[in-house]
């Protein structure tokens, strides 16, 4: 199967790891002095826009501000301002210096927490700690509310300023307030280099257990080491784990789903704004296909997002698995990124994902066939019924 290799990230979000296709003025000119104020038109639709207004602004704060001003920050506060208002957490700017943070979340290598994060019904939310990261070992769990970074209020922060607040040199530490089921608390977390691997695997009476938390473009082929390990130990079953994973690239998705199912949708992307429509289909080529010779049980819950629930929702929805667990989070907006002369980069939402049966994922979100609910308790006491309910599917 041929696919497009584009840069599209349908996460996270990652924002944090924790972390325009804007107006091109099309000429050049120097910034406006003393008064001058050129009348730009943006025909855009119905709407016309004065660019003028821009202008106006800008020369009364650098001709009465009381204090220095950075021209170049004022440019990347004005864009990051135009993105913002779109409205779409996931649609973001990011200077040269926060392109290069975001960067190193692709290769998997940072330093900070290991937690990531987004906006769920427009609050600060952690969508998924990373597996034995400093923010996993000190009790973050996945749909916790970040309430403040520092004592500072989070209402209204933009993503990847929060990212930029909580990471920070290895060995410092971060305080974060979380409100869980409407109880706060305070979280002291010391950050470290956090370089991992985004796929484990082992076997447990028979069954392959995978646990994959992102896509990147090592996943595919950690999957395939996993099966061959499975395949040669003769696995009766298996169990993909996707928990607490908050996506990654679309390709890592449709190749890792290619793995399971064997022909078939992978996932839909649908732009509506231009009434276009694009199929994924799986390649054919995979090592585990065989439903009968494989079972297969995938585990979600509220931190699935992204990349995961296409996984999940394409390997349900060709019949080839069950999913047990808790709903996911819902995310299923496709992002691309522009990098801009600067070396500043755009990261905007382009279109949105849809299942093979038609489920608009960030609408929806996955529901699972098996729901069971992992508690506080459960968790305090290293207890997972997921687990024990997805090994009770299977055969042994």
């Known amino acids: 199967m041929a696919k497009n290799k584009r840069n599209f990230w349908i996460a996270l979000f990652l924002a944090f790891i924790i972390f325009s296709g804007g107006y091109v003025f099309g000429y050049e000119r120097a910034l406006p002095t003393g008064g001058i104020l050129p009348q730009i038109i943006n025909t855009t639709g119905s709407k016309s ?28 506060g004005a864009i990051s301002g135009m993105v913002q ?38 609050k600060l939310t952690v969508i998924a700690p990373l597996p034995s990261s400093p923010a996993e070992k000190s009790g973050i769990r996945a749909g916790d509310v970040i309430k403040k970074i520092n004592d500072e209020s989070t209402t209204g922060m933009p993503v990847d300023t929060a990212v930029s607040k909580i990471r920070g040199q ?14 706060e608390k305070d979280y002291t977390i010391k950050r470290e280099q956090i370089d991992t691997k985004s796929v484990s695997y082992k076997m447990d009476n028979g069954i392959l257990k995978i646990t994959v938390s992102r896509f990147d473009d090592q996943t595919a082929a950690l999957i395939r080491e996993a099966e061959d390990a499975g395949i040669s130990q003769n696995a009766k079953g298996v169990i993909l784990d996707l928990r607490n994973n908050p996506g990654g690239l679309l390709d890592s998705a449709i190749d890792v789903s290619s793995e399971f199912v064997g022909k078939g949708t ?5 732009d509506v704004k231009h009434n276009k429509s694009e199929t994924f289909s799986a390649s054919g080529h995979g090592k585990m296909t065989d439903k009968n010779k494989y079972p297969l049980v995938v585990l979600v819950n509220k931190g699935s997002a992204s990349a995961s629930e296409i996984v999940a929702g394409a390997i349900r929805d060709n019949g080839r698995g069950e999913l047990v667990g808790e709903k996911t989070f819902g995310k299923g907006s496709v992002q691309e990124v522009q990098k801009l002369p600067d070396g500043s980069e755009l990261k905007i939402t382009v279109a949105h994902w849809y299942t093979p049966k ?14 069971v609910e992992l508690t506080d308790a459960d968790f305090n006491a ?11 599917l299977l055969p042994h």
């Open 382 to 392: 290293n207890r997972d019924p997921q687990t024990d309910k997805a090994m009770e």
């Open 85 to 122: 208002a779109t409205g779409d957490p996931y649609t973001e700017f990011f200077t040269p210096e926060q392109a290069k943070s975001f960067e190193s979340d692709l290769s998997g290598s940072f330093s900070g927490i290991g937690a990531e994060i987004g906006i769920k019904n427009d």
């Open 358 to 371: 038609g489920i608009n994922i960030s609408k929806e979100g996955l529901q699972p066939d098996v729901s």
């Open 266 to 270: 992978i996932v839909i992307e649908k």
């Open 49 to 76: 826009i004065d660019f003028g207004e821009f202008w106006k602004v800008w020369d009364t704060v650098g001709a009465k501000f009381d204090g220095n001003t950075d021209p170049q920050k004022l440019l990347y």
């Open 170 to 183: 290895a060995g410092t530490e971060v305080r974060l307030t979380i409100d869980r089921g409407g109880v």
